[in-house]
């Protein structure tokens, strides 16, 4: 059984710019969830995708996009990037089936926006 | 609105001392209540949630919904406790986890 991994791990990008982090989930899991974690702070819920649906959204701007395969991997696209868009973008995976609602996270991409 | 409150930032103990990290929610419906844990150089994972009532690491949590807390207790603490805390909270069905800010906790030889 393989975890949930993410890439890159580091990433610099300079503000206005464009950045995509990628996620695979652990197998067998179905759903994807992203969140945004600042310096000091807990993770915040981006969004969401259950079979390649985005399945729920948290106070993130449209700027913020996603994307799921049919592997159940997926994608967190960022436009416009701003400063405060700077922080560790955690994955977490789960089986939406499951009713204890277990998410199992990667180790995270920390971007940098200059 | 769902909301998670860890009053303490910073927590120091001395090994053998009990450990009670604080959690606070606010949620109207049926909330599911969760700590993580990150060790360092570690990723997050899941400590214990409130429906297994599971003991892990000598750690345990009772929820108390008449004052809305979940906190976090171990009564002899170790040196590998040391890690950073978060308590989490789940509406009902959702799979949309809302976080504290964390708790830092050092144990002291």
């Known amino acids: 059984e393989t975890g949930v991994t993410q890439s890159p791990t580091h990433l610099i990008k300079t503000r206005g710019q464009q950045v995509t982090l990628r996620c695979s989930s652990q197998s067998g899991h179905n759903t994807v969830s992203w969140y945004q974690q600042a310096l000091g702070q807990g993770p915040q819920f981006i969004f969401q995708?259950?079979?390649?649906?985005?399945?729920g959204r948290g106070n993130f701007p449209p700027r913020f996009s996603g994307l799921q395969f049919p592997n159940y991997s997926s994608e967190l696209n960022v436009n416009a990037l701003e400063l405060d868009d700077s922080a560790l973008y955690l994955c977490a995976s789960s089986l939406a089936e499951e009713s204890q609602n277990i998410q199992y996270f990667g180790a995270g991409t920390r971007l940098s926006v200059l | 609105a769902q909301r998670v409150t860890q009053p303490e930032k910073l927590l120091s103990v001395f090994k053998g001392a009990p450990v009670e990290l604080k959690c606070n929610y606010s949620y109207s419906g049926s909330p599911e209540l969760f700590w993580y844990v990150q060790y360092s150089r570690q990723r997050l994972q899941l400590l214990l949630r409130h429906i297994s009532r599971e003991s892990i690491k000598g750690f345990t949590a009772d929820l108390n919904k008449g004052e809305t807390s979940f906190h976090l207790k171990k009564p002899f603490a170790q040196e590998e406790d040391s890690a950073m805390y978060y308590c989490a909270l789940s509406a009902y069905g959702a799979q949309k986890l809302v976080f504290g800010q964390g708790t830092r906790l050092t144990i002291n030889p």
């Open positions: 995708y259950y079979r390649e649906e985005e399945n």
